[in-house]
Each structure stands twice: as C-alpha cells, then as structure tokens.
C-alpha cells in the first residue's frame, strides 16, 4: 500500500469517528485492538465496517503490533473463505507466533486451494506442534502432491520450518514422514540435496553425510551443502569425525580446492600437520597464484616449526599484496620465535588499525611484548596504553600482556596492581587471578596467592592449573607442605601425565623428606621434558640423596643445554660450594 493512499485511508477512518490510533490508559499505551468498545468488536459485514476494520487491521501491522492484526482479521474472515484474507490472517498468525490458530488456518486454506505451497507450509506447522510421524502424509491425503513435486515439497518445507526457527526435532520428524513414503527411495535418490539439508537441520548428521555422498555421486559436488554440514555440525562434532566426512566426500568428488582446504584445516587441528601439508601442496604446485592455498600452507609450515620454508611463502605474498595485514602479523611471529626482534618490530608495525580488529590487536600486543624484550619498556606501556583506550573491550587481554611485560622487567609491584585493577573489573576471570597468584609468588605474597586460587577452585574445584599452582606455592613460601600434598596429588591424579605436576610431585616429597619418591617423579618428570626448572629440583635431591656423581652429570648437561639460566647457576654455587 501507497504511503499516500495509507495517509488517505487513516483520514477518512478518523473523520469516521474513529479514535486516536494509540490511547493513553493508565500512563500506558495500548494497541487498537485493545482500545475498540464492544460493539466495535462485533463482526460488522457492511461496506463501511467492513473497511473500517480492514483499514484498522493494516494500520496495526504498521505499528509492529501482528498479534492485535491479526485479532482484528480472524474476526473478519470467520464466515469467510476469501483466499486472500485467509492467506493473510495466517502469515499474522505466524508472525505473532500463534501456531496452533496457524494450524486450523493453514488446513482451511489448503482445502481452498489445494496446492503443493500451502500443504508444505501445513506440514511444518504440524510438525513444529509435534503432530507429524509416519503416517502423516499419508492421513493428511497430500501423498500425490509429494510425489508431483517432492523438490518444491521438500524446499517450501524446510524454508516454512527456517521462517518458524523450528527445533531440530522439528526437522527430524519431517524427515521420518518421509522415511514412511513408499516412494522414499526413489525421492531420496532424486533429491538427495533437500533431504540432507533436512537431515542437517534435524541435527542426524550421519544421515545428513550418507544424502551428501549419494548427490556427489548421482549429480555432482555441492559445496554449500558440505559448508552447512561442517558449519552445524562443528560445535557437536570433534575434528576427526569431520575430516573424516571430507574425505569421504572427495573420494566421490575429483580434486577439489575448497574441501583439500577443509580437510587440511581439521587434521591441522588434529595436530596433523604434515598430512595437512600434503593435502593442500598438490594445489599449491600446480596453482602457485592461487594465494589462499598459499596462505593456508604457510600456516601449517609455523605450526610444524618449519619457519624458513613459512617465511618463504609469507614473503611471497607479501610481494603479491596478498591480506597485507595477516601477512605481516605472521611474518612478525615467525621473526619473534627466531629471536630477530627487530624484523618482528617491522613487521608488527606494518599491520594497520583498518585490519581485522583481532589481527590489529594481536599485532599491538605482540609489538609491546617485542619492544619490551627490546628493553623499551616505556615504548611498550605507551603501546598498550593507546591499545586499551581504543580497544576497551580487550581490557583483559591488554592487562595479561602489560603484567607479563612488567614481570619481565622486574617491576612485581606494578604488575600486580595492574591485574588487580584488571580483577576488580571483570569481577571474575581465571586468566587473570591465575596471573596475579604468578606474580604474588615472586613477591612471597601467599595471602594473595590463597585468595585467588581459592576463588577458581570455588567456581571449578578440579581446575588442574589452579590445584598444582597452589599445591607449589605452599610448598615453596609456607611450612604446610602435607597441605600442599593434597592439592598437588589431587591435580596429580587429575592429569598424571603432566610433567609439570610431576614435577610438583617430586619437589614436595622432597621438602616432606620423603627422597625415594621424590626421586622417582622427578626422574619422570625430566624424561619427559628437559626443563632447566626440573633438572634444578632433580639435580637438588639427588645430591642430597647422596647421588653426586650423578647429580654433577646432570648439571653440566643441562648447563650446555640452557646456558645462563639462573636455576642452575644457582646451584653451581650453592652445592659445589
């Protein structure tokens, strides 16, 4: 309707008699449907009630008020059997979210017109009121119509059943209807494509997988299709069950670029990495312009610590003009973990604050955590200063950088306040009180350390990190070292594999005089992972256990292997001493 026209029919209502489109009652305002007297609400047939309330029923639309409309238009179409109006009474009744008025509705309307739409949209309504199963197309009488049309079947239900934002189990019971036909088979066959967008939206994803495989097979890949899978099914489903579905499907499909890339991505988070590589370096030989390929592919060459032959591939890009931004973030990463700060300054510098908010904000903290170690401390501040002023919804993540960077500075007081800060708030975050519990260590504060590894054991009280750390520094800055026991054997039998705890394990025995098992968790402990931390503690109770010889062994090797660490050179004075 013409604004102009609307304008004109609003007019005439008023100089009707009409009244005020919103009254005031009781300082509320009420809709139209709600302000009409009684005998205004009576069914009025004649030419000038009839329009009235038509007039009425669209200007309550206008207002957003659906459910007094469509009050208004049920009235007039009791008797009626206008298809128009019937159309209309049910799309408010579905707009106000009044299902079963849209039930009755929407069956009256399809005994009018008997067309394949309006028994679709019946059937979802049906089934979002938990009224389909097997039989239902069968006693609804609309099998011939399924059969006619079952593409434009299966589509009209699925986009009725999306417009009602229908549960899965909604879906789940169309698609048994269907499994009921007799004719499913040769459906299932032909349209394949519809009924696995069912099945997906129904949440049967191995149902779902088993309708994509038969379209690749009868008609060809259809890559949206595979995109809603993963996409739905990613939040339920573990990376190894979806690599899997890709690699079913490109065994139907031919050598396609999109799923090489999907399945490169879920082994990579399989920790897959080398397979990943050999998915996607096919692609990236015989395309080497094709950028993404090249881009994913440098990504996998970081995490399998392969940085000469991933900066190779990121340089290159970078001269293509390739997402200048990512490029950049990744070249800096990759010359951080190599120890060339300077060329990570450059790089951390080159992504501009137009980039993806979480790639500009990585890169801001990364450039204060490289100026740092560059011993630009003030630079550093400054940097993340700006970063927490413009990026304020970041403030926990600029926080943890700016503690780490005072840490390393030596500055523990100013670290803690910046956390504390941090803490007051976000009220309650684990990242941060576990970072300010570290750095109350460095400080003897064990006060500070019990009260906020306390409060994340309240809310999670099998938090490994939290038990282990607490379980530490009890055993390091307290006397209460059968306390400390508890904490870390709890952490211990959480996570016996963790050389950390292990660690913790080995140190508090030891502090509790108990030397054979010390020993033992230790040994285990530095078999796992040669920490300069672990072969301290190792190297300490072995001298004390009277094992010297040995203990002098491990001291020169870890010596050699980590140069300069304070742990062990420590030692070397207090022991050989």
Aim: proline share 2%.
């Amino acid at each position: 309707m013409k604004k102009s026209v609307f304008l004109l029919l609003i007019v005439s209502a008023f100089s009707s008699g009409c009244n005020s489109p919103l009254l005031e009652r009781k300082g509320q305002q009420t809709s139209y449907s709600k302000s009409l007297s009684e005998a205004e609400r009576r069914p009025d047939m004649s030419s000038h009630g009839y329009i009235y309330q038509l007039l009425l029923g669209e200007f309550t639309i206008h207002t957003g008020d659906f459910s007094g409309s469509f009050d208004i238009y049920s009235r007039l179409m009791v008797d009626s059997y206008d298809e128009k109006l019937l159309k209309k009474t049910l799309n408010l009744a579905l707009l106000s979210k009044k299902y079963v008025e849209a039930y009755f509705l929407s069956k009256k309307l399809c005994n009018l017109v008997k067309h394949y739409e309006c028994y679709a949209r019946f059937t979802a309504i049906a089934a979002k009121l938990d009224l389909v199963n097997e039989a239902f197309l069968k006693k609804a009488d609309i099998m011939h119509l399924v059969k006619e049309t079952p593409e434009s079947f299966l589509r009209s239900i699925s986009n009725n059943l999306a417009f009602m934002n229908a549960s899965a189990s909604s879906y789940a019971r169309v698609l048994m209807a269907f499994k009921g036909l007799d004719f499913f088979e040769d459906v299932s066959d032909e349209h394949s494509d519809m009924l696995a967008v069912l099945a997906i939206q129904a949440e049967n994803y191995n149902q779902a997988i088993n309708f994509i495989i038969s379209q690749t097979k009868s008609k060809g890949l259809n890559l949206p299709l595979v995109r809603l899978l993963l996409t739905k099914a990613e939040k339920n489903v573990g990376p190894d069950v979806l690599r899997n579905w890709v690699n079913s499907i490109r065994r139907f499909s031919g050598e396609d670029r999109q799923l090489a890339l999907w399945e490169a991505l879920f082994l990579s988070e399989l920790g897959h990495y080398e397979m990943a590589k050999k998915v996607i370096r096919k692609f990236y030989v015989s395309e080497p312009n094709d950028h993404q390929v090249a881009f994913a592919l440098g990504l996998l060459e970081i995490n399998s610590q392969q940085f000469k032959k991933a900066q190779k591939i990121f340089s290159d890009l970078l001269l293509a003009g390739y997402a200048p931004n990512e490029v950049n973030f990744n070249l800096g990463g990759i010359s951080e973990l190599e120890g060339r700060l300077a060329d990570a300054l450059i790089h951390y510098k080159a992504v501009r604050s137009n980039a993806d908010s979480q790639i500009y904000v990585s890169s801001q903290l990364r450039l204060a955590f490289v100026l740092s170690k560059m011993n630009m401390l003030r630079e550093s501040l400054s940097i993340l200063s700006a970063l927490g002023s413009s990026h304020p919804g970041e403030f926990i993540q600029i926080s943890l950088i700016k503690g780490d960077v005072l840490v390393e500075n030596g500055k523990y007081l100013e670290a803690l306040d910046v956390l504390g800060d941090a803490i007051k708030k976000a009220d309650f975050n684990f990242e941060l009180l576990y970072a300010r519990s570290l750095v109350a260590e460095k400080l003897g504060r064990i006060d500070i350390i019990e009260t906020d590894l306390g409060k994340v054991l309240e809310f999670d009280p099998n938090n490994v990190e939290a038990l282990n750390a607490l379980g530490y520094s009890l055993t390091n800055l307290t006397e209460r070292h059968s306390e400390a026991l508890i904490f870390i054997k709890k952490a211990f039998d959480l996570m016996p594999d963790s050389y950390h705890i292990l660690d913790s394990m080995g140190w508090v025995y030891f502090k509790l005089g108990r030397l054979d098992e010390s020993i033992k968790f230790l040994r285990q402990a530095y078999s796992q992972v040669r920490d300069p931390e672990v072969a301290a503690h190792l190297i300490e109770v072995l001298w004390a256990g009277g094992m010297q010889e040995e203990a002098v062994s491990v001291l020169e090797n870890s010596m050699k292997e980590f140069p300069g660490d304070e742990n062990l050179e420590g030692l070397v004075g207090r022991l050989l001493k």
